[in-house]
């Protein structure tokens, strides 16, 4: 049977409409960090088109010798820049800074990881493959919501999610905005793209 992670991780899936709370564990990434609008950089295709054949070289391996098989994760990406506005009333793109990222299954090991890499290497199919690194993500406390629709059209999701609910529920933001792309926009209409949308946050202190 090929598993198909985003169905079986429950942070996989995130309410429309509403925001909610959530704990998300420790996880593995393939990651290629840059700079840039991803619309027009030829830095973001590039670590796409690295990370992608890494992924792939994994599954394979993953179902050949350890009869796991499974679907390439969705990509995510975390994104950031000195100014919060870049991302809601100025929306820049220009000015902000990215990891794109696609998930390492928990039962592949740093040596498997390793071999994977040095294999596309080897074969010179990844434009980019001296900038990819595994690292492990620990976000914790996080607030998630799902948002259909264009990416361009998340200012407003994103600015109640930072401006309203994060200090409605005495929380704070600590981390890097996280993005998960559960469609394909090759094949999706912009207005029924699926991204869940994930901010870490921690708790604070009420006065008193």
Excluded at 34 to 44: F, I, K, L, R, V
Excluded at 142 to 165: K, N, R, W
Excluded at 190 to 208: D, F, M, S
Aim: glycine share 4%; net charge negative.
């Amino acid at each position: 049977m090929k598993l198909d992670l985003k169905r079986d991780i429950s942070t996989y899936t995130a309410p429309r409409g509403r925001f909610e709370v959530i704990t998300v564990p420790p996880r593995t990434y393939l990651m290629v960090d840059g700079a840039g609008d991803p619309n027009t950089s030829t830095e973001y295709a590039d670590a796409l088109a690295t990370l992608y054949p890494v992924a792939y070289a994994l599954k394979f391996f993953s179902k050949r010798e350890l009869d796991r098989d499974y679907v390439v994760p969705p990509l995510e990406a975390l994104w950031w820049s000195d100014d919060y506005a870049d991302f809601t009333s100025a929306r820049d793109k220009s000015r902000w800074q990215w990891t794109a990222m696609l998930l390492v299954p928990e039962w592949l090991t740093a040596e498997q990881v390793d071999d994977a890499r040095d294999g596309v290497a080897q074969a010179d199919k990844a434009p980019v493959i001296e900038r990819l690194r595994v690292d492990t993500l620990d976000e914790g406390l996080c607030v998630q919501t799902l948002h259909i629709g264009s990416y361009d059209d998340e200012a407003p999701v994103l600015a109640a999610m930072h401006d309203e609910f994060i200090p409605s529920e005495d929380l704070a933001m600590t981390g890097i905005h996280h993005e998960i792309y559960l469609s394909d926009p090759r094949r999706t209409a912009a207005e029924k793209l699926k991204t869940i949308l994930r901010q870490p946050v921690e708790r604070v202190a009420t006065p008193g």
